[in-house]
């Protein structure tokens, strides 16, 4: 592995091997990668320290145990992921503790907490087909070993119980297949065409013998028991011809058939292979939301002719150089499997969801196309990533991260200014609270990802968090927005209110960087709503009822008005005016004692009133300390986490990874720096994991950090230099994200609690006004006041989920996104 210090002799080579590699890019950002040496590989395996089955195995620690990954081959963003879904249905398709595998799909959310997808699973079977997959699916299912089983970036293998060896690879839309059956068996592979995890409405499969190939298409959808739904068409293309074919109706099986066409039936096809010139069979499969036709171009521009193993190496490269985008020096073999592997999982997904003559459906459901090396996403957990996987993308990929804002206002638009929460393919599912699309764009903008048409959406923003939604609406953005904009916030529901704060600041901070400022002090002003749920009387922020009354028996592990939490871990919630919240509370003394009670533990889940890092509502929790004048508490508690609560194993994340957000905030642990304000791009510090990192950045930028004897048991900074110069603040200003520079820390192994302690040290807070609000420690509590700036008592200021389980934008920039104006097709 190279060292830091060397890297960046790879640069100008970039250009030519993105495009070998088949890496998106944009012509202004593109992703650096290393250069190749004489012999085709590029110098320095990060892929080595990935590890795609960590997060798939429970934990038992808490009710949101599990990663919820998948260990399937995948390209970086891609629309494929190709990976076995064991017998037990997951959210991620895959149970470490699981035996037995019952197909290998092609589609997969990684780490969401509700079973999604799993469409298309693919299964050989050594023996003939002669009973229905349908009626008696036990009859397909077959065994394996985790001895036999292995998996990279790009690449999943397995040899079956059967002695069927098993291997997939992945492109960004497309899938390679190797299946290497048993001598002397018969060579079956079925196709469950409605086998998608939630079931299937529609779907269709035809067999063409002349072609080998087998097409068709699932719909399917309910995520988290939405009414969400799509259509994904494949094209499958084999290297053999078949020997035999048939379908499968429900619990009729039809030797011969060669097409089945269903709605809300179990059927699918198979076919058999003479296997006796040779035992394996390859195949290569298209996906696509927009046609069959579609799929097949899809896999025949990014496979051609290539060989399986040629694929795969060349997914693996598009991997490494991804992975090259930080690198770590030092560490143990554990330390660094577990930071490449996080680092893996935060680039999974969203996923490209336009084909690659840049076809895709809308949210309209009509076929709209993507220009000039552009790409549309899809996939996007919104009350998840907002947190600190969105700035990650943004600052590591701007290039993707810009087209991931430009899709979620494609998206928002086509449904005429509607803004999902967690959006699966081209549909809305409503999942969760809150209005988080708005942070992610304003997030993204302030690191950099700039390349979008962002004062066009801003005027969406402000449409979807201003319009009251008439009963009956296909999907409600904001639900009891009349409440939260005439009382200042959403009765007995706190998480809520506090949700759509924060959205309402991040669309403040996208209008002021914007030049926008009207709607800037507006957003802002309604940012301060959380006061409105603030009571004096026990300094707690909770539920409030229409009548303006607080409750008479609150309790901070109570669950009631809050989503996947209680109170306490929702008390820290006000990311971006914790100055404002502090000294509510009664100063930075009292909060210090509260943060130390709440994080005596830091997994607890969500029945105690103490962190629960393991979901999302508590990752701010743990660097509020540098708000209070106590970084190095920030630096104990992020060392803690990092130490005990992640791990190199399957059974490495203690909580669901909802598409990369945990791991993401893994990698931002170890470098040692936070996102903690959605919407702005100020980075609070703890310390870093390793003693020397390297982040490579577009345009020849990259932050460097030298941590000598940095280890697991040093935490503490005793002195930090920023860009040369001695620094006693925990946090780093804009134009370090911006520019990028050099961060050299002095570690110990004892904290040094006058570091960063001051009160001209502590970040930037962000009350009603237009600019920071400098942080005034005082022990005393200042009087709470309402946004509108009125004093409030315990009655007035009034002002006027869980998971279900059932820039600079260019203002030319409407012009590379257009409605060709076709309804989807069949192929």
């Given at each position: 592995m190279p060292t830091p210090a060397k890297s960046w002799r790879w640069g100008r080579l970039f250009l030519a091997i993105a495009v070998a590699a088949g890496i998106p890019t944009a012509a202004a950002a593109p992703v650096r990668a290393a250069t190749e040496d004489g012999t085709g590989s590029i110098p320095g395996d990060l892929?080595?320290?990935?590890?795609?089955?960590?997060?798939?195995?429970?934990?038992?620690?808490?009710?949101?145990?599990?990663?919820?990954?998948?260990?399937?081959?995948?390209?970086?963003?891609?629309?494929?992921?190709?990976?076995?879904?064991?017998?037990?249905?997951?959210?991620?398709?895959?149970?470490?503790?699981?035996?037995?595998?019952?197909?290998?799909?092609?589609?997969?959310?990684?780490?969401?907490?509700?079973?999604?997808?799993?469409?298309?699973?693919?299964?050989?079977?050594?023996?003939?087909?002669?009973?229905?997959?349908?009626?008696?699916?036990?009859?397909?299912?077959?065994?394996?070993?985790?001895?036999?089983?292995?998996?990279?970036?790009?690449?999943?293998?397995?040899?079956?119980?059967?002695?069927?060896?098993?291997?997939?690879?992945?492109?960004q839309r497309s899938g390679a297949g190797r299946f290497t059956y048993p001598a002397g068996s018969r060579a079956s592979l079925l196709i469950d065409v409605s086998g998608s995890v939630n079931g299937a409405s529609d779907a269709r499969a035809t067999v063409d013998r002349a072609r080998r190939t087998i097409t068709g298409y699932v719909t399917s959808g309910g995520f988290c028991g939405s009414g969400n739904r799509y259509r994904v068409y494949f094209s499958a293309t084999f290297d053999q011809p078949f020997a035999a074919v048939g379908t499968w109706h429900d619990a009729v099986v039809?030797?011969?058939?060669?097409?089945?066409?269903?709605?809300?039936?179990?059927?699918?096809?198979?076919?058999?292979?003479?296997?006796?010139?040779?035992?394996?069979?390859?195949?290569?499969?298209?996906?696509?939301?927009?046609?069959?036709?579609?799929?097949?171009?899809?896999?025949?521009?990014?496979?051609?002719?290539?060989?399986?193993?040629?694929?795969?190496?060349?997914?693996?490269?598009?991997?490494?150089?991804?992975?090259?985008?930080?690198?770590?020096?030092?560490?143990?073999?554990?330390?660094?499997?577990?930071?490449?592997?996080?680092?893996?999982?935060?680039?999974?997904?969203?996923?490209?969801?336009?084909?690659?003559?840049?076809?895709?459906?809308?949210?309209?459901?009509?076929?709209?196309?993507?220009?000039?090396?552009?790409?549309?996403?899809?996939?996007?957990?919104?009350?998840?990533?907002?947190?600190?996987?969105?700035?990650?993308?943004?600052?590591?990929?701007?290039?993707?991260?810009?087209?991931?804002?430009?899709?979620m206002y494609n998206q928002a638009h086509q449904a005429r200014d509607v803004w999902d929460r967690w959006s699966v393919d081209n549909d809305f599912t409503g999942v969760m609270n809150g209005d988080p699309y708005h942070s992610i764009l304003a997030g993204m903008y302030a690191f950099g990802a700039t390349d979008f048409d962002a004062r066009a959406a801003l005027a969406s923003m402000v449409k979807g968090a201003t319009t009251i939604q008439q009963t009956g609406a296909r999907y409600v953005e904001r639900p009891g927005l009349a409440d939260y904009l005439s009382l200042g916030y959403v009765p007995d529901d706190v998480s809520t209110t506090l949700e759509y704060t924060t959205a309402d600041f991040g669309i403040a901070a996208l209008a002021g960087r914007l030049g926008d400022t009207g709607t800037q002090a507006t957003f802002r002003k309604r940012a301060q709503h959380w006061r409105n749920l603030f009571h004096p009387a026990g300094s707690w922020i909770q539920?409030?009822?229409?009548?303006?009354?607080?409750?008479?028996?609150?309790?901070?592990?109570?669950?009631?008005?809050?989503?996947?939490?209680?109170?306490?871990?929702?008390?820290?919630?006000?990311?971006?005016?914790?100055?404002?919240?502090?000294?509510?509370?009664?100063?930075?003394?009292?909060?210090?004692?509260?943060?130390?009670?709440?994080?005596?533990?830091?997994?607890?889940?969500?029945?105690?009133?103490?962190?629960?890092?393991?979901?999302?509502?508590?990752?701010?929790?743990?660097?509020?300390?540098?708000?209070?004048?106590?970084?190095?508490?920030?630096?104990?508690?992020?060392?803690?986490?990092?130490?005990?609560?992640?791990?190199?194993?399957?059974?490495?994340?203690?909580?669901?990874?909802?598409?990369?957000?945990?791991?993401?905030?893994?990698?931002?642990?170890?470098l040692g720096m936070y996102p903690q304000v959605p919407g702005r791009a100020e980075l609070v510090l703890a310390s870093p994991l390793f003693p020397a990192v390297t982040v490579h950045r577009d345009g020849g930028r990259s932050i460097r950090i030298d941590a000598p004897g940095a280890d697991a048991d040093t935490p503490y900074v005793h002195a930090l230099k920023v860009n040369g110069v001695a620094s006693s603040r925990a946090w780093l200003p804009e134009s370090f994200v911006r520019d990028g520079g050099t961060l050299d820390y002095t570690l110990g192994d004892t904290p040094d609690t006058a570091w960063g302690a001051a009160r001209s040290d502590a970040p930037p807070s962000f009350g009603g006004g237009a600019d920071p609000v400098p942080h005034k420690r005082t022990p005393g509590r200042a009087a709470l006041r309402s946004a509108t700036g009125r004093s409030c008592a315990p009655q007035g200021c009034h002002a006027g989920r869980r998971h279900h389980h059932p820039g600079r934008g260019r203002h030319h920039h409407h012009g590379w996104r257009h409605a060709v104006g076709h309804r989807p097709v069949d192929g």
């Open positions: 892929t080595q320290y990935v590890n795609p089955f960590v997060g798939t195995k429970k934990t038992g620690t808490t009710g949101y145990d599990g990663g919820n990954t998948f260990p399937g081959a995948d390209a970086p963003f891609g629309m494929v992921q190709w990976s076995p879904d064991t017998h037990g249905p997951q959210p991620g398709g895959y149970a470490y503790t699981d035996h037995e595998i019952r197909g290998f799909s092609l589609t997969h959310l990684s780490g969401a907490g509700c079973t999604a997808a799993q469409d298309l699973p693919f299964m050989p079977h050594a023996g003939s087909v002669t009973k229905s997959p349908a009626a008696e699916p036990g009859t397909y299912l077959d065994g394996f070993s985790h001895d036999a089983e292995s998996a990279r970036p790009g690449y999943y293998g397995v040899t079956l119980a059967s002695g069927t060896k098993v291997e997939l690879t992945a492109t039809s030797p011969g058939g060669e097409r089945v066409d269903t709605a809300r039936a179990d059927s699918g096809a198979y076919v058999t292979f003479d296997t006796t010139r040779s035992r394996t069979v390859g195949v290569k499969v298209g996906l696509s939301y927009v046609s069959i036709a579609g799929a097949a171009e899809n896999a025949a521009q990014e496979q051609g002719s290539a060989s399986f193993d040629t694929i795969a190496e060349k997914t693996r490269k598009q991997w490494n150089a991804r992975l090259h985008q930080i690198e770590v020096a030092g560490g143990t073999d554990a330390q660094r499997t577990t930071f490449y592997t996080a680092l893996y999982h935060s680039l999974l997904q969203p996923n490209v969801f336009d084909d690659v003559n840049g076809r895709y459906i809308g949210f309209d459901g009509r076929i709209h196309e993507v220009r000039d090396g552009h790409h549309q996403y899809a996939n996007f957990s919104g009350w998840d990533i907002y947190r600190c996987e969105a700035q990650m993308l943004a600052l590591l990929a701007p290039d993707v991260a810009s087209d991931i804002a430009q899709s539920p409030r009822g229409r009548d303006g009354s607080f409750g008479s028996h609150f309790d901070p592990a109570g669950e009631k008005g809050y989503v996947e939490g209680n109170a306490a871990q929702y008390q820290w919630m006000v990311p971006y005016d914790l100055a404002g919240l502090f000294t509510a509370m009664g100063g930075d003394e009292k909060v210090v004692r509260r943060l130390d009670e709440f994080f005596r533990k830091l997994n607890a889940g969500p029945d105690e009133p103490h962190a629960f890092l393991g979901n999302e509502p508590s990752l701010n929790s743990p660097w509020t300390y540098v708000y209070a004048g106590a970084p190095h508490r920030t630096q104990g508690v992020v060392r803690r986490a990092v130490n005990t609560l992640w791990g190199p194993g399957p059974d490495g994340e203690v909580g669901n990874d909802d598409l990369g957000t945990l791991s993401s905030w893994y990698v931002w642990a170890a």
